[in-house]
């Protein structure tokens, strides 16, 4: 039933590398970066590819929620729905401290997630976690929620999280956690 809600996101970016502190070393500095062919000119970058997964909240405007590390620093974003059309996504909005982002997509005939009420959930409820793990699309696994309002975790700043343990991989950050309704 949500299947249609939950997005692959593909991005692309650059990531600063730390240049080695031996380059500017007074005596072997030069002897360093010859033989590392390194430089002094500034910070390297290095191209990088990742994924995630996301929701559609709002299909009449394309609006998706995702983990705002999910997109932190792409420059390209790549949405792909379940039925296989792919998009540009542009990022509309994004909170670092509470690792959310909105991305929106141009796109016709979307389904959106029913939102459901956080406050109704109960230790004990049976969940099911919905996402792009590992570059698989459209997986689905099934636990149970453990706590409610876990703080502590040292994840972002602002800290509420729902536990449950329902087995998640790299690239089901910003995919769905539903209920056994959808």
């Known amino acids: 039933k949500v299947l249609p809600a939950v997005v ?3 991005t692309k970016g650059f990531d600063t590398l730390e240049q080695n502190p031996l380059y500017s070393h007074p005596l072997f500095g030069r002897m360093v970066r010859d033989e590392m062919g390194g430089t002094i000119a500034g910070p390297e970058k290095r191209s990088f590819v990742s994924a995630g997964s996301g929701v559609i909240v709002d299909a009449a405007r394309g ?17 792909r729905l379940t039925d296989g059309r792919e998009f540009d996504g542009k990022l509309i909005g994004k909170d ?8 929106q997509i141009e796109a016709t005939e979307l389904t959106s997630i029913p939102m459901g009420n956080s406050t109704k959930v109960r230790v004990g409820d049976f969940v099911v976690a919905i996402g792009n ?3 698989l699309d459209s997986t689905a696994t099934m636990g149970m929620v453990s706590s409610l309002m876990r703080s502590n975790v040292g994840w ?3 800290e509420a999280y729902i536990q ?4 998640v ?3 089901n950050s910003g995919g769905a956690l539903v209920n056994m309704n959808g």
Do not use: C, Y
């Open 8 to 10: 692959s996101i593909r």
């Open 63 to 79: 609006l998706i929620i995702t983990n705002f590390h999910v997109i932190e620093r792409a420059t390209e974003i790549k949405v």
């Open 96 to 103: 670092a401290a509470t690792d959310v982002a909105t991305v």
């Open 133 to 135: 793990p590992l570059g």
């Open 156 to 158: 972002r700043e602002f």
């Open 164 to 167: 449950h343990d329902a087995a």
């Open 169 to 171: 991989n790299s690239g």
